[in-house]
Structures are given as C-alpha cells and as structure tokens.
C-alpha cells in the first residue's frame, strides 16, 4: 500500500526553526520526484518546493527561498523540509506529496498522484 | 510568475453536469492536472496530462485543454462530488496551483 505519512509540525515562535519529515512506504521512493505543498487555514494550494529522485533538481517557491530546504534519503525513503525564520503567513497543514514519476524522471503532467494526510505549523508569537 | 484563474464557485443540480475552467498564459500548451479535496481530506488526483483519469476514479470526470483555458468537466454531478477543485501546472520550470474552485451540488 503507497503511503506518505508527515510529521513534525508544531507551534512556533516567529523566526523559529521546524523541520518536517515524511516516511514513505509501499513503492520505490527513490524512483520519484518528491514534493511539499501547503495550505493555509481557509485558503487554496500553494506549492513549496520539490526535490528530484537523485537530488538533482530542486524548486523552492519564491516566498520560502532562502530560508526553506528541502532534502530527501533515498536509504529511509523519507523526505524532509527544514523551515527556518518563520513568519506568521508560513502557517499552513504542509503536505508531501509524490510526483508522478517513470524510473526517476518526472513524468510531465503527471500530477500528484499520492498525498499525505498533512502536519500542521502554526507560527505564532 | 505564472498564475492560473479559477471561478471561486460553481454549482450544480445533481445529475448535471458541472464545468470547472482553469485558465492560464498558453496553458493549452502544458498539461494540466486537477485535484478534489473534500472538507478536512487531503487532495487526490481526478484528471492528469489534461484528460487522463487515474485508476479508480470514475468516467464522470474529465478534462481537456486548449487556448488559454483547461477544463474539468463532470458528468451526472453526484452530492458526492461536492468539495474544492484545483488545477495545477508543473514542470520543469513551472510548479502552480490556480486558487480553487468550490463545488456545490444543490
């Protein structure tokens, strides 16, 4: 059964550090491109970043860069978002999800085809 | 950066069928995919590469693109079917969600 389960989220003081981990379980994680998208209370998707199946390839949206990274092992089949300097619009449930993928390339317009149940950060003071 | 539109809602008796548009600078010329998220449930994949239904969900939904505009289309509207849809863009270069649509089914 394909499953990525988050976790690590919390509450947090602004300009607070969190990182997020997602355990991957059921498939090849190595053979996918990973990514977190979050979601702030009452409000749509927003993508964050993603990082290619050999760490090749890494996006990070314009708001978190510099101050997000993302990072994955292939050997735990886990990904992970370190968020640093938090601010108070950072506040969201943050998702991992897995790229829809073809032996370690992205297949275009796949979609995100397995998501994660969500951990939720509050950044507040 | 490139944004995607969405109509904030869009509602529909049950047994219509309902359309949902994205649109987008030259979207008909990336894929598209769209996203139902129930209240309180993650997202899940309905329609991939434009018109491309994953495993398991039902013909009722589907999707084209072209111009400026995708579209999610679905038929026979269930109340079940009730819930946010999103679009989105990614590729090499480009990783966007279109703000939403909300789905009522009254």
Known sequence: QVQLVESGGGLVKPGESLKLSCAASGFDFSDYYMGWIRQAPGKGLEWVSYISSRHSTIFYEESVRGRFTISRDNTKSSVFLQMNDLRGDDTAVYFCARVSSLRGVALAGGGLDTWGHGTSVLVSS | ?106
């Open chain 2, 1 to 106: 950066s490139y944004e995607l539109t969405q109509p904030p809602s869009v509602s529909v008796s049950p047994g219509q069928t309902a359309i949902i548009t994205c649109s987008g600078d030259d979207l008909g010329n990336k894929y598209t995919s769209w996203y139902q998220q129930k209240s309180g449930q993650s997202p899940m994949l309905v329609i991939y590469q434009d018109d491309k239904r994953p495993s398991g969900i039902p013909d009722r939904f589907g999707g084209s693109n072209s111009g400026n505009t995708a579209t999610l289309t679905i038929s026979g509207t269930q109340p079940l079917d009730e819930a946010d849809y999103y679009c989105e863009v990614w590729d090499s270069s480009i990783a966007v969600f279109g703000g939403g649509t909300k789905l009522t089914v009254l």
